[in-house]
């Protein structure tokens, strides 16, 4: 706020602070090395992420496959240590300890969510991308009904709305 530098501009490319780090790439001798920098800009390479919203929430970030590979996404903590390998084709940040997570079954994507785990903690049966858990719930539309679930999956709020917020601020929600 200064307008000092905390960390020397050293970086070709950095993304924003979380949990107090950040996604940092930089070119050394024609070689790409992928990594986070703390806040005291201590710099620890990790394996190329290969995602533009490699954010940690929750202790975990989301990365993905390489370039090249089939895309599947999976976890690591902030050693560079992967938690859950990658093997889901689509999957959100961890949120109050759950991630939605987009898999194919019987032709048709459907999304659940993984504890830290990777263990399916509720199982996919959405039909779009759900939202975050915000104060122990989660917006999602299933085949027949849609509203917010529980950490339990259970419905808590239905409602035939043309739209919602994607969670509650204060206890509140908007709807249409």
Known sequence: ?????????????????????AYAWL?????????????????????????????????????QTPMGQERKYGYMDKTGRV???PQFHDSGHFSEGLAWVAVLKERKWLYGFIDKTGRIGIEP???YQPGDFVDGLARVIGQSSSGFIDRSGTFRLTGDYEHT???????LLPVI
């Open 1 to 21: 706020r200064t307008g000092r530098f905390r960390i020397p501009p050293r970086y070709d490319g950095a993304g924003q602070f979380s949990e107090g780090v």
């Open 125 to 127: 049966r959405f039909v």
């Open 165 to 171: 917020g994607d969670f509650f601020t204060e206890g």
């Open 83 to 85: 938690v859950i390998p």
């Open 27 to 63: 070119w050394e001798g024609g070689r790409r090395r992928d990594g986070i920098v703390d806040t005291g800009g201590r710099f620890t390479e990790l394996p190329a992420v290969n995602d533009s919203a490699f954010i940690f929430h929750d202790g975990l970030a989301r990365f």
